[in-house]
Nanobody, 114 residues
């Protein structure tokens, strides 16, 4: 069974930066396309960015140019570097495969506020 553990969230001012991490265990991590998702209050969970097993990245329009997804296959970990954060980025952030498996972690909250 896949286990996902997100970390790195917190409170940050608009324009600030955060780096999220996601440790993955229980799967053949290196073969999966992985993604970062977020769920804002009152909204559905949405994909933010994805990275293939070979490192090809795709970003949704709201985060393009501000977020960078990366992966370290040796550590079974994916990252999301977020910069120029906006209040609209406030959400709980999750990692999962893309398309997602039924197993979700607890997520890590990101609050962008002055």
């Amino acid at each position: 069974q896949v286990q996902l553990e997100e970390s790195g969230g917190g409170l940050v001012q608009p324009g600030g930066s955060l780096r999220l991490s996601c440790a993955v265990s229980g799967s053949i991590f290196v073969t999966y396309t992985m993604g970062w998702y977020r769920q804002a209050p009152g909204k559905q969970r949405e994909l933010v960015a994805s990275i293939s097993s070979r490192g090809r990245t795709i970003y949704t329009d709201p985060v393009k140019g501000r977020f960078t997804i990366s992966r370290d296959n040796a550590k079974n970990t994916i990252y999301l570097q977020m910069s120029s954060l906006k209040p609209d980025d406030t959400a709980v952030y999750y990692c999962n495969s893309h398309p997602p498996s039924p197993s979700w972690g607890q997520g890590t909250p990101v609050i962008v506020s002055s």
